[in-house]
């Protein structure tokens, strides 16, 4: 494909941005960046062998000849329950669409330019408005989109080297009540929406030894995001009348720092249609220490302007394997186990992630339709342990415990060869 038609698969990328939206991770990590990888459980750091690698593994890039598309999307439907005052509560059943979008060219035996836009970050719940939680929140959506130009060098015949910018757009909403003088009637409405624009890097490694073994490194680094948005508030009557110069609409500022992270892969060929892959990575989530924020004005009595809630999340490991068999010449065949352990603590566990340790089952279809198209899809189901919570009354958070939380994602890939 021409240089020039390279630039316009650039331009669709970024248009898929307006259509993105939120899913589901331990913490609020996603890893679903394309059907192959759901499949595998994101096995493809030490394979890194189709133009996903540009989220996954960068460096892998290399292996691809000519030019490489692909686009799809993951279907994720969320489901949760909370045990909360003598009786259980769901949160509504909703379903997320993050995007997926890749191109790679190579230029010459050495130089490889690569686009990717995908969504690293997600999170979407919700619970009716008068739920006994809704002092903490009852509504919880978090959105992302990364776009990722990239420079791959294939050093030697065995050693490959990436690295670019990660261009990141945010969005934060949060809903929930302010509870007043103890009559639930009159709770105030409070919703918080904002969005920022962060940057930061990604950079990749990619060694093939020998013929039945790969191995891949992939570091990101931490994306600042200064979120600027709105507070709005809906008062009753009688708030209103007490308080007529407080809980008044206005801008809303605030910071936070998404974690880095260090992925580890190795895939083993023990035979030619059989590859089998573990990864590791390590997300320091100690980066997300609070959450505060700071409003224009003094929006609560006697003179309060800004909101802090401590999060002191831990660092944590998520670990993949993943099989893939070429059944036919025309079919593959894939499944995974993910081990994905919880950054929150439980002083700081709160209704808007169910958190705890998440297990994950995926299985997929490879379809090499012609010799240049393949059409991926992919199944996963994500098991969210049970977890207890203690109550923190001033934060909104009673005696509960999470329970039934559980997943389902459908995955779709196309890519085409030039």
Excluded: C
Aim: aromatic share 14%; hydrophobic share 40%.
């Amino acid at each position: 494909m021409p240089v020039h038609s390279f630039r316009l698969a650039l331009i669709a990328a970024a248009l898929i941005l307006f259509g993105a939206s939120s899913g589901y991770g331990a913490g609020f990590a996603m890893y679903e960046y394309g059907a192959r990888g759901n499949a595998l459980g994101g096995g493809l750091v030490g394979r890194a062998d189709d133009p996903s690698a540009l989220a996954y593994n960068p460096a892998g890039i290399t292996q691809l000849e000519g030019t490489g598309f692909m686009a799809g999307t993951t279907v994720i439907n969320p489901l949760a329950s909370v045990e909360i005052g003598g009786e259980e509560v769901d949160a509504e059943s909703k379903y997320w669409t993050p995007p997926h979008l890749y191109v790679t060219q190579q230029l010459d035996d050495t130089f490889w330019l690569g686009f990717g836009l995908y969504s690293r970050y997600g999170l979407g719940i919700e619970y009716d408005s008068d739920w006994a939680g809704r002092y903490n929140m009852y509504e919880a959506q978090i959105q992302s989109i990364s776009m990722s130009p990239t420079l791959a060098v294939k050093v030697t015949d065995w050693l490959s080297v990436a690295a670019g910018p990660e261009i990141m757009w945010f969005e934060f909403k949060q809903k929930k009540a302010i509870p007043f003088g103890g009559d639930p009637a009159n709770d105030i409405d409070a919703s918080l929406e904002g969005d920022s624009w962060g940057y930061g890097a990604i950079a990749g490694l990619h060694v093939t030894p020998n013929e039945w073994l790969k191995l891949g490194f992939t570091y990101r680094s931490k994306v600042k995001q200064k979120v600027d948005g709105e507070a709005d508030f809906t008062k009753s009557v009688a708030a209103q009348m007490l308080y007529p110069a407080f809980f008044e609409d206005m801008g809303a500022k605030g910071e936070i720092t998404l974690p880095d992270s260090y992925t580890f892969g190795v895939a083993v060929y023990p035979m030619d249609k059989l590859s089998v892959e573990f990864d590791a990575v390590y997300t320091r989530w100690s980066s997300f220490d609070e959450l505060k924020i700071n409003f224009e004005d003094d929006f609560a009595p006697p003179s309060k302007d800004s909101t802090v809630s401590e999060k002191d999340w831990n660092d944590v490991w998520r670990y993949q394997v993943s099989a893939e068999y070429a059944l036919l010449n025309w079919l593959d065949l894939r499944a995974s186990y993910v081990y994905d352990n919880t950054p929150i603590p439980d002083a700081h566990v709160d209704y808007m992630v169910p958190a705890n340790d998440r297990q994950l089952y995926g299985a997929g279809l490879g379809f090499h339709i012609t010799e240049a198209l393949d059409l991926d899809l992919s199944y996963t189901y994500l098991d969210i342990k049970e977890r207890d919570v203690a109550a923190r009354t001033s934060e909104g958070i009673q005696e509960s415990k999470f329970v039934d939380g559980h997943a389902h994602l459908y995955g779709i890939s196309m890519a085409y060869r030039f």
